[in-house]
DNA sequence: GGGACTTGATTATAATTCATAACCGTTATA
DNA sequence: TATAACGGTTATGAATTATAATCAAGTCCC
């Protein structure tokens, strides 16, 4: 849709005394109108989603992690011994974006790869000590500030109400 | 979070007669676990986001228009003689990316840049008929199509919370 | 066993999107 | 009138997303 992080300071400009208008009534130039807009389901989940990433970056900031990073480390820890292909497939990374993206965690030490003795080609990745440490801290984090927030906006029916949605977006769409 | 485009191709691989196993129970190499990753709201957001732009995409090929593209008309039609700034901000577009992106439907003749007479340095914005034309059978075409889809998917009252609920993350969050 | 084919990881590369700083002409203000 | 602020623009860089090609290792099949 559009929606850039950049914040939408509509903000009408704080009331000067007044503007030298064409003649006619004055416009005073309000804010827009978002009109139909605001209708469209798209307009509305790239908007929430660009803020709840911002929020989810805020919270995550000491351990400095992306989504994109907690993601594969959640992934990894659920699922030990797989390969980078079945981590980055069913997270929707494309393969050769995956390569930068583990370079980055593995040379913190968050995460290792380690040739796999069936197949010598593929790589199993695993989490490291210091990787399940940031992980767990990054949780923690997560569920104390950043889901507490939403829980406490919505409510904890209406937040599992929208999960569930999603999912199904997600998945039937 | 991650999610690219790219479909989470998981399929098992169809199941061929069988495979070299290391030697206890072979596993099978199952579908990977998404385990509490799939309660982050970032994580559903995100994916479901993508999906709806596809679809979006998909509904509206015929008129070559993105989801920013239209939510710039949507916003012209309903806010005549405003400037690049206003319409950039209400969108949280950068005003320097605004500007290819102005070009781009300028050029396609959807809209105009206007000098205002009040302020020389500000362009009003302004749809043409033909892009009124095109605004119009975009809208016929995501009504139709896209979420008619969705509603047919959630049923009518749940949208309507869906896209209340994401509004309120948008604006409070 | 050896050639043809497939697969996992990687490189190279391009297109798109998002962000910042600097500039020009115009307007407001001291 | 000089200075600052503003609207639009350019230039540019970082990050994200996508495709094709390469290399090594595995599978298939005669």
Redesign the pocket.
């Known amino acids: 849709m ?5 914040a939408p300071i509509n903000a009408a ?1 704080a009331s ?2 007044a ?2 208008e064409p003649a006619a009534a004055a416009v005073e130039s309000t804010a827009l109108q978002l009109g139909e807009l605001s209708e469209h389901l798209g307009y509305a989940l ?1 908007r929430a989603q ?1 803020k709840i990433f911002e929020d989810f970056l805020r919270c995550v900031a000491p351990l400095q992690l ?1 989504p ?1 990073q907690f993601s594969v480390l959640m992934l990894l820890d659920k699922n030990p011994g797989r ?6 497939n069913t997270l ?12 980055g965690l593995e040379s913190r030490d968050l995460c290792a ?1 380690i040739r ?10 695993v989490l490291t000590d210091k990787g399940r440490a940031v992980l767990a801290r990054a949780k923690k984090l997560v569920a104390a500030k950043h889901e507490a927030r939403l829980n406490e906006l919505l409510g904890p029916a209406n937040r599992a109400a929208l999960l569930a949605m999603l999912a199904t977006i997600a998945k039937e769409f």
Chains 1, 2 share one sequence.
């Open positions: 559009t929606v850039s992080k950049a400009k000067r005394p503007r030298k790239k660009l992306t994109a390969n980078q292909t079945e981590i980055a929707g990374i494309l393969r050769p974006n995956f390569v930068a993206m583990l370079d790869r796999s003795t069936n197949d010598r080609r593929s790589h199993i990745l």
